[in-house]
């Protein structure tokens, strides 16, 4: 069954840096795509990058390019988000998502990253 | 990018009755390789993960009650709760994956009347 297990939530100051982490079992890891999905508080889902099954290829929401950085390790089965220069409306919780449908959860249950002053 | 409208942003039912949420994308989702829509439904409740309940388009997630279906295609969306219970009360979005540049809908909150 697929697993995904989000870590490296923290509070962080405006203009900090954070790096997310996501740990990821039950599936093949270096086959297939993957991506983070944050949610304000009180607001809907927000898509906010996804990167290659080979880390090749990697695409962002206009409100994280050049701040955000996605990366993955393939050896280690982990995804990462490096998140610098933060703003306050990157308060959220942040999912690690895939595509992979029918073998468990799809998304992880998410970690929290608050930035305030 | 693909914009996911959803339709109502809410919604009242009485247990029992059918609920019914639709989705529009701003462009066709059917992949015409494979004939699939890159469409996905998602139920949250508050505290909570985003739940899958249905994938492409109208295949339904292991251990989600039958009560829940979704269909349609190219554009146009559906998820239908036959037969709403007090437990399906949640807020429901729907997704598209055609691109890698994943879009939701803004989500439609169920409530019992």
């Known amino acids: 069954e697929v697993q995904l297990l989000e870590s490296g939530g923290d509070s962080a100051q405006p203009g900090g840096s954070l790096r997310l982490s996501c740990a990821a079992s039950?599936?093949?890891?270096?086959?297939?795509?993957i991506g983070w999905v944050r949610q304000a508080p009180g607001k809907g889902l927000e898509w906010v990058s996804t990167i290659s099954s080979n880390g090749i290829h990697t695409d962002y929401a206009d409100s994280v390019k050049g701040r955000f950085t996605i990366s993955r390790d393939n050896s280690k089965n982990t995804l990462y988000l490096q998140m610098n220069s933060l703003r306050a409306e990157d308060t959220a919780i942040y999912y690690c998502?895939?595509?992979?449908f029918g073998v468990g959860p799809p998304w992880g249950k998410g970690t929290t990253v608050t930035v305030s002053s | 990018d693909i914009v996911m409208t959803q339709s109502p942003d809410s919604l009242a039912v009485s247990l029992g009755e059918r609920a019914t949420i639709n989705c529009k994308s701003s462009q066709s989702i059917l992949y015409s390789s494979n004939n699939q829509n890159y469409l996905a439904w998602y139920q949250q409740k508050p505290g909570q993960a985003p739940k899958l309940l249905i994938y492409w388009a109208s295949t339904r997630e292991s251990g989600v009650p039958d009560r829940f279906s979704g269909s349609g295609s190219a554009t146009d969306f559906t998820l239908t709760i036959s037969s709403l219970q007090a437990e399906d009360v949640a807020l429901y979005y729907c997704q598209q994956y055609f691109t890698t540049r994943w879009t939701f809908g803004q989500g439609t909150k169920v409530e019992i009347k």
């Open positions: 998502a895939t595509t992979i």
């Open positions: 039950g599936f093949t890891f270096s086959s297939h795509a």
